[in-house]
């Protein structure tokens, strides 16, 4: 039996695979005690824990940590005259006019900031020698009197010659028993001193929590009969071992939208559909993502609350509006949605839970998207007289009627989402066009068509129970781990030097899957930084194993100038030197070609007429249950397709087809 767990910020979703049986299930999240949610979906579920050999898990407790400031009580160690990096950070400004603009908090304060007298250069050499002495006399009696739980050691150019980060490391761990001590050179070993001071300090900020979570949650698995692999989740789309994750807790800060992205992938390519945009919308965000040829973008850099992280991730671009984003009126008396969101507890007013607040999934209760009989399969109530008393007081603002009020949130979060979706695909030189938009979440398919419409995307693929992709992700997702490194080299020298550091990539991350327990072949990519020489920022150029055995200076010249085109839309011209600057491989041990998900419930159901509100009227549409429509069955819109996880609407002008893969695929006439 494999089993995937997803923990978002409204419902804790479960996917099941037991031979041939799929087993789905929803159950409200626990924002104090996620693991507890976790527990609950397998309960509800009905599984024997002694029977799963495979549990995938993703959870949001390493964001949440750092969004909340609830991580460990943290030091940071720096060369000497590098104390205040984390503070200094860069000089751009997010808000060019706002006279109150402040820099990101650290997670770390300035008086647990410590610094060493040594200094390694730029090409590794040693400039200054560690001054021990000072590190012991000064530094380690202060860390033992600030009763910090784990420390960021972060020593300028330690990715090039990591020898004093090490000696730092152990005199600490001797000093300081039980506290935990991160090192940028295990964290990330790519320059830009302020970004790799920051990927440290955050990791060494969630180690603890996720150490404490995990084992928690393998405690309580334990006791149940467990026996299986427990893996989790990582942001770049691939799982790791719990055991594993627990020294690259920095990796797991957004595993759920990463799910979200790999369960889409594998569902739509049984469909032969492979150039995605991924449309995930929950309870509490957006997340989208394009993907090509089945594979998503990687990107080296990302950040959560302002602050940079250093380190593999999806590509993936997240806007505050999900189902339980909260509808307001700013101080200049406009209509806004979310950030900010009703989440798990009380939810949105709807659900009865004591939510008083207007909230996306109230307005689609309002306007009649959302029948109350048919959320969740029937399984949850559904309160229609609080939805509207939630959103009277905006209606009577806007001089609105209620439905109407409803209907132009629901119009202003497809704006915002239309937005996020051009920075992924427009601002990138992608035609959005070009794609299949891909909607899942218990709030996607539902605004799929009228975003489709906005960007001029002509199909969509709606996935059998869109509500549980990111769990299903979990469980096809492959076991992967990345290794980059900075090692700048001038592409006139030839790209010999840059397949030999391939090759000892290679083979570090060779022997980690060995040492994970892994014995079987893996797979490997392969992807080069590069750049004018002179220029600030680098273009991914990734080539595949026959590119790296067989590399030549002409050949990785002609793929950098095709890269640097689609981004820049020029490419090398006269005069322009081109010169690496980092190297990534990517290890993946795959899990092999799993079931496919499918439509929850047996073929059968009511087909009934339903009223809409719609385009400012009142319509007729009919109302379909999901597992009423029959493979090869076409269904024109107006209509509303309840399933147990989601609800789908195919407007006027759409038409919809469940196809062989239980996929149902949208076309726009």
């Avoid at 972060?154 to 935990?180: K, Q, S, W």
């Amino acid at each position: 039996m494999r089993v995937g767990v997803e923990v978002g910020g409204t419902f804790t979703d479960l996917v099941a695979f037991d031979g041939d049986k799929v087993i789905v299930t929803k159950v409200p999240s626990t924002p104090a005690s996620p693991d507890i949610g976790a527990y609950n979906a397998i309960a509800a579920a009905g599984l024997a824990f002694d029977r799963i050999d495979d549990l995938a898990h993703g959870s949001t407790v390493a964001t949440n940590a750092v969004l909340e400031r609830k991580g460990a009580r943290l030091a940071f160690v720096a060369t000497k005259g590098f104390r205040d990096i984390l503070f200094l950070q860069r000089h751009d400004r997010r808000q060019i006019y706002d006279l109150f603009y402040g820099k990101p908090e650290p997670v770390v304060a300035r008086r647990d900031c410590f610094e060493l007298a040594e200094r390694i250069n730029a090409d590794g050499g040693v400039d200054t020698a560690l001054d021990e002495e000072s590190l012991v006399r000064d530094v380690v009696p202060r860390l033992k009197a600030g009763g910090y739980q784990a420390v960021a050691v972060c020593l300028l150019n330690a990715y090039a010659n990591p020898v004093h980060e090490r000696r730092v490391a152990t005199l600490i761990e001797r000093a300081l028993p039980g506290v935990f001590v991160t090192c940028s050179h295990d964290v990330s070993r790519v320059f830009r001193e302020y970004e790799r001071a920051s990927t440290t300090t955050l990791s060494a900020f969630v180690q603890p929590v996720i150490n404490r979570y995990l084992g928690s949650f393998e405690e309580r698995l334990k006791a149940q009969g467990f026996a299986g692999r427990f893996s989790v989740m990582q942001s770049n789309g691939g799982r790791l071992p719990a055991a594993a994750m627990r020294k690259s807790a920095i990796t797991a800060l957004f595993s759920g939208p990463a799910a979200g992205v790999v369960g889409a992938i594998r569902q739509a390519a049984r469909s032969k559909l492979d150039n995605l945009i991924t449309f995930d919308m929950g309870g509490t965000s957006t997340d989208v993502c394009l993907t090509e040829q089945g594979r998503p973008s990687l990107a080296n850099e990302t950040e959560v609350d302002g602050l940079p992280i250093q380190t593999p991730v999806l590509d993936i671009v997240t806007v505050g509006g999900g189902g339980g984003s909260i509808v307001w009126i700013d101080d200049g008396g406009m209509l806004r949605v979310g950030p900010r969101s009703a989440g798990a507890d009380p939810g949105p007013a709807c659900y009865g839970r004591g939510g008083t607040v207007p909230t996306i999934t109230d307005a689609q209760v309002i306007v009649g998207a959302v029948r109350p009989e048919a959320f969740l399969g029937g399984r949850m109530a559904i309160d229609t007289e609080a939805a509207r008393r939630a959103m009277a007081p905006l209606a009577e603002h806007f001089k609105l009627s209620i439905e109407a009020m409803a209907e132009s949130a629901i119009k202003l979060v497809n704006a915002n989402i239309v937005r996020a979706i051009q920075l992924v695909s427009t601002e990138r030189g992608k035609d959005p066009r070009d794609f299949v938009l891909m909607p899942f979440g218990g709030a996607g398919p539902l605004h799929a068509a009228h975003i489709a419409a906005e960007l001029g995307v002509q199909r969509i693929c709606v996935p059998p129970a869109p509500g549980v992709i990111s769990a299903y992700g979990l469980i096809v997702a492959d076991f992967t781990k990345y290794a980059i490194v900075t090692q700048p080299m001038p592409l006139d020298d030839g790209p010999t030097a840059g397949v030999a550091v391939f090759r000892r990539l290679e083979a570090e991350l060779t022997a980690e899957f060995r040492a994970m327990g892994f014995g079987g072949k893996l797979a490997y990519t392969y992807t080069a930084e590069m750049r004018f020489v002179g220029q600030a920022f680098e273009v991914a150029v990734d080539l595949d194993a026959a590119d790296v055995a067989n590399l030549t200076r002409e050949h990785l010249l002609k793929l950098f100038e095709e890269a640097h085109y689609r981004v820049y839309f020029h490419g090398i011209g006269a005069n322009k030197r081109v010169e690496i600057v980092s190297l990534r491989v990517g290890a993946s041990a795959p899990v092999g070609d799993l079931q496919a998900l499918s439509t929850p419930g047996d073929q059968g159901g009511t087909i009934q007429t339903h009223r809409l509100y719609d385009a400012g009227a009142w319509i007729d549409c009919r109302h379909v249950p999901a597992e009423a429509i029959a493979v090869g069955e076409t269904l024109d819109g107006p209509a509303i397709v309840s399933g147990a996880t989601a609800t789908t609407y195919i407007p006027r002008g759409w038409s919809a087809q469940r196809d062989a893969a239980d996929n149902m695929i949208m076309r726009r006439s």
